[in-house]
């Protein structure tokens, strides 16, 4: 059977030159990057050779790069370690109510212990506004955290704005850039960011490894103690191949991103023009210019979005239904509701995001499907023979 991924903001593949440049740290050079023999300098010179290429990639210094297990513990980290090495001076933080959840339950497990959260609105474009944050500021507030893009929606956040107006408060300000890293350039200095998140498995690198970045002189606790690994501020055995893959993947996604960005974008561009003219009754979700290229997200009315994700699926086309994260929960999607989707038609949603291997080809393919898939669930939906009986009532 015929397989199309669109899911890439879910995970990428791994690419084969990252592998191969991974491979001989799971083999020969296997020491523990903070053994003192030769087989621990060899993983140590390792991660110190992945620190500098990642700072050098961010804008930022290799002592103000820290690896994580991934985007969710980056983001755990930054809010509370920040707020945590803060709270004589305040207990107020501020994020946007369309976080990943890795942010939303971090600042849901920091109210639990006494600390006041904002979550800042979104308009119909999925955009958070500065007037917002600029109202929302208490002089309690201690950390402010903006995403760059949005996983579901991919509308991306005035961040360099929203970082200004924190600078002048002296508030810390962290972004979650996991869905940026080799869509958008992302460089810590322009953005004027203290602490940003990332993670490897969303730009061809591998799962499991992550990185924070937090601007020399922020005072933050740790978030995972034990050894003195990371300058002691985060413990656990290096993970040496993943380093280096992360490393290696972020190189080829800053120095490929106009390349990849242009094709993406074009091939995101032709289905979504596609659908908008094939299938009736569909909300194109988010800002049609401010959001990540590889991102389109459609409400297809009368119909349940799991019901069209799973038909598909047995055509051999991978998609998602609200974030990856949260697939499992009928709930319907926290994003979807906050840019003032009423819950039926965010219950219809798909997200299909498109890679750097994409193909007209297989875009067609996919519009096919949908269409054909969207008629047959509308031809057995109740709701929509309502809709056409009122219709024809009118
Ligand atoms: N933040 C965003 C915006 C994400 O999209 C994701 C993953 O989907 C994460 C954080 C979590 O990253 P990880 O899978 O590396 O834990």
Known sequence: MRKVYLDYSATTPL???????????????FGNANSLHSFGRDGAYAVDMARRKIAELLGAEPNEIYFTSGGTE?????????????????????????????????CESL????????????????????????????????????????????????????????????????TDAVQAIG????????????????????????????????????KTDKLIVGGHQERGMRGGTTNVPAVVGLAAAMETAVRDLDKNAKHIKAMRDR?????????????????REKRLPQNANFSFEFIEGESILYKLDLAGIACSSGSACSSGSLDPSHVLLAIGLPAEKAHGSIRFTFGKDTTPDEVDYV????????????????????????????
């Open 74 to 106: 980056a983001d755990n980290w930054a809010v509370k370690g920040a707020a945590w090495a803060r709270k004589e001076k305040g207990n107020h933080i501020i994020t946007s109510a369309i976080e990943h959840h890795a942010l939303l339950n971090t």
């Open 111 to 174: 109210e639990k212990q006494g600390f006041e959260v904002t979550y800042l609105p979104v308009y119909e474009n999925g955009i958070v506004k500065s007037e917002d944050l600029k109202k929302a500021i208490t002089d309690k507030t201690t950390v402010i955290s903006v995403m760059l893009a949005n996983n579901e929606i991919g509308s991306l956040q005035p961040i360099r704005e929203l970082a200004a107006i924190a600078k002048e408060k002296h508030i810390l300000f962290h």
């Open 15 to 29: 690419s084969e030159e990252v592998f191969e440049k991974m491979k001989p740290y799971f083999t020969e050079c």
């Open 271 to 287: 289905f979504v023009s596609a659908i908008e003219k094939e299938v009736p009754f569909v909300i194109y979700n988010g800002d």
């Open 367 to 394: 519009v096919g499907k949908v269409k054909e898939t969207v008629e047959y669930l509308r031809g057995i939906s109740p709701l929509f023979a309502e809709f056409k009986g009122g219709i024809q009532n009118v």
């Open 183 to 218: 869509s958008v350039p992302v460089n810590v200095k322009e953005l004027g960011v203290d602490m940003l998140s990332l993670s490897g498995h969303k730009f061809y690198g591998p799962k499991g490894i992550g990185v924070l970045y937090i601007r020399k002189g922020v």
